[in-house]
T-cell receptor, first 109, second 114 residues
Framework: DAKTTQPPSMDCAEGRAANLPCNHS???????VYWYRQIHSQGPQYIIH???NNETNEMASLIITEDRKSSTLILPHATLRDTAVYYC??????????FGTGTRLKVLA | DSGVTQTPKHLITATGQRVTLRCSPR?????VYWYQQSLDQGLQFLIQ???????AKGNILERFSAQQFPDLHSELNLSSLELGDSALYFC?????????????FGNGTRLTVT
């Protein structure tokens, strides 16, 4: 199964960009990478996903390296409400999404 | 609101007991996933159903079982409960099994075993 490696925690100043890295070196060529965040103990919230190309939506941008071994989630202007645990999650095969332990992002005022 | 409903929100029970957690997926979603999250841990995949059939199994204990009914709601049954089973249990749904389908999570059931 694909595995993910994320830094356990990061701080970011409010208004600055938050760049959250994820290593997924064991991902296969056709496996998408998804990003979610979990605020307190609520259910994880979907943010964005991608396969090969960079993606952007109203919440974030996703940069995937050409070799697909890693990706970076970018929150362009972090706010206090972005404080959460962020998970990158490769989809393995048809049915399984893998979650690691995530990065705890703290946005500082 | 993700559209995924989990009941109950909280459950407190004693060791050795059996409980049932319920999940209603988003309207139109055929796939249901169950995850367990222990204190300050990541999400551990338990099991997945698609349109009533089990399709993938993760680290699910033999004391745990699940099913998806014809109306697509799902139940996770936990029996012979132990203290270590105390955790948040999340259900998620997706439209199908296509590669671009993200998961939508409910807000979980917090199980406390005393």
């Amino acid at each position: 199964d694909a595995k993910t490696t994320q830094p356990p925690s990061m701080d970011c100043a409010e208004g600055r960009a938050a760049n959250l890295p994820c290593n997924h070196s064991t991902i296969s060529g056709n496996e998408y990478v998804y990003w979610y965040r979990q605020i307190h103990s609520q259910g994880p919230q979907y943010i964005i996903h991608g396969l090969k190309n960079n993606e952007t939506n109203e919440m974030a941008s996703l940069i995937i390296t050409e070799d697909r071994k890693s990706s970076t989630l970018i929150l362009p202007h972090a706010t206090l409400r972005d404080t959460a645990v962020y998970y990158c999650s490769p989809k393995v095969g048809t049915y399984k999404y893998i979650f690691g332990t995530g990065t705890r992002l703290k946005v500082l005022a | 609101d993700s559209g995924v409903t989990q009941t109950p929100k909280h459950l407190i029970t004693a060791t050795g007991q059996r409980v049932t957690l319920r999940c209603s997926p988003r309207s139109g979603d055929l796939s249901v996933y169950w995850y367990q999250q222990s204190l300050d841990q990541g999400l551990q995949f338990l099991i997945q159903y698609y349109n009533g059939e089990e399709r993938a199994k993760g680290n699910i204990l033999e004391r745990f079982s699940a099913q998806q009914f014809p109306d697509l709601h799902s139940e996770l049954n936990l029996s012979s409960l132990e203290l270590g089973d105390s955790a948040l249990y999340f259900c998620a749904s997706s439209p199908g099994v296509g590669p671009g389908a993200p998961l939508h999570f409910g807000n979980g059931t917090r199980l406390t075993v005393t």
